[in-house]
């Protein structure tokens, strides 16, 4: 299992939890952006650069996403697709997206576009705050916890 990250929009912050779960426990992570995004020079960590354009970055991640994988994104249409081929969906406020919460998500972000469009101003995201990046912080735990499981138990059962 790998994580995928939706880099460009990514804080930070999340960032570098990211990177030090990384370096921790080894799992493969990569960041997919069309632009540099600073790393540690980590074999396990890599960059996928992506060209310029509309959904870009999105599209390559669901490309080569397999079931089972993470993907840390805000973008509530990214994280539908993930959801439907079989992924794991995490935004950098700690919310884990689902089946069950994914469609509702849906329409609520097309309906504040909506209003977007409409000339209404709806304001923007509030900062990341200490309790979401431990919230980000504990989903991620949970999840690298379950694949060390994972391999534990393919490891015995050979």
Not at 31 to 57: E, W, Y
Not at 119 to 147: E, W
């Amino acid at each position: 299992m790998k994580i995928w990250v939706d880099a460009d929009a990514c804080p930070v912050v999340i960032k570098d939890i990211l990177f030090r779960a990384a370096e921790r426990t080894n799992v493969q992570l990569t960041l997919v952006a069309n632009q540099a995004i600073r790393k540690p020079p980590f074999k396990n960590i890599t960059m996928l650069h992506v060209p310029s354009g509309f959904d870009a970055a999105d599209n390559e991640i669901v490309k080569r996403l397999d079931a089972g994988d993470l993907v840390i994104t805000c973008d509530i249409p990214l994280a539908a697709e993930v959801i439907d081929k079989g992924g794991l969906a995490l935004n950098p406020r700690g919310e884990m997206y689902s089946a069950d919460n994914i469609k509702t998500r849906l329409e609520t972000r097309n309906f504040m576009d909506t209003l977007r469009g409409s000339g209404v101003h709806t304001g923007g995201p509030s900062p990341i705050s200490q309790s979401d990046r431990q919230a980000f912080a504990n989903h991620l735990d949970k999840f690298l916890n379950n694949l060390e499981q994972s391999l534990l138990n393919g490891k015995f059962n050979n």
